[in-house]
T-cell receptor
Framework: DTGVSQNPRHKITKRGQNVTFRCDPI?????LYWYRQTLGQGPEFLTY????????KSRLLSDRFSAERPKGSFSTLEIQRTEQGDSAMYLC??????????????????FGAGSRLTVL | AQSVTQLGSHVSVSEGALVLLRCNYS??????LFWYVQYPNQGLQLLLK??????LVKGINGFEAEFKKSETSFHLTKPSAHMSDAAEYFC??????????FGTGTRLQVFP
């Protein structure tokens, strides 16, 4: 178990450019989440996948944002035509609904270290 | 709908003093409650969670939290603060899905 891996860790781009972030979840986890965190705020939910199916998208996810998980393993989050307001830390997390922790129904999300985006 | 309110964006304590970080939640379904810690330039790390059963939950690094349904609270405590506890702490709630709703966080400073 190598944890949740995110790349790149830092990305600086000019307004209007496209950027893509990658997330590699824990291998046995079938659920994958994307969150956005801005300075001084808690993480805000963007979207999540169960296997390759995208099951929920937040209203925060404008049409410039697209997320994929083509084979139910790694995921990418692409932001097109970046704006300065997109500057944030993008966090990925994974969990499994096949594992039961002490018989409870709540599954723990394991987070990656995040990808920090700065739009100039 | 679910939400979390963390009272106090900044808390300062002396080393060895009691740590109390406040969290109140709102949930239309039985909640699962979590505390995560975030150190600078790192991801979120789970401190503890409440799912069912015992309302006093013990976590890592000497932290514990008590679920009080009547007060809709899940406050985080530690009897004696250590310098290494300085970080940002987030309370979160989930319900029928694993999706977490986070509070805005509390930055804990520990003075020698």
């Amino acid at each position: 178990d190598t944890g949740v891996s995110q790349n790149p860790r830092h990305k600086i781009t000019k307004r209007g450019q496209n950027v893509t972030f990658r997330c590699d979840p824990i291998s046995e986890h079938n659920r994958l989440y994307w969150y956005r965190q801005t300075l001084g705020q808690g993480p805000e939910f963007l979207t999540y996948f169960q296997n390759e199916a995208q099951l929920e998208k937040s209203r925060l996810l404008s049409d410039r944002f697209s997320a994929e998980r083509p084979k139910g393993s790694f995921s990418t989050l692409e932001i097109q035509r970046t704006e300065q307001g997109d500057s944030a830390m993008y966090l990925c997390a994974s969990s499994s609904n096949r594992l039961r922790d002490g018989g409870s129904g709540a599954n723990v999300l394991t987070f990656g270290a995040g990808s920090r985006l700065t739009v100039l | 709908a679910q939400s979390v309110t963390q009272l106090g964006s900044h808390v300062s304590v002396s080393e060895g003093a009691l740590v109390l970080l406040r969290c109140n939640y709102s949930s239309s379904v039985p909640p699962y409650l979590f505390w995560y810690v975030q150190y600078p330039n790192q991801g979120l790390q789970l401190l503890l969670k409440y799912t069912t059963g015992a309302t006093l939950v013990k976590g890592i690094n000497g932290f514990e939290a008590e679920f009080k349904k009547s007060e809709t609270s899940f406050h985080l405590t530690k009897p004696s603060a250590h310098m290494s506890d300085a970080a940002e702490y987030f309370c979160a709630v989930s319900g029928y899905t694993d999706k977490l709703i986070f509070g805005t966080g509390t930055r804990l400073q520990v003075f020698p």
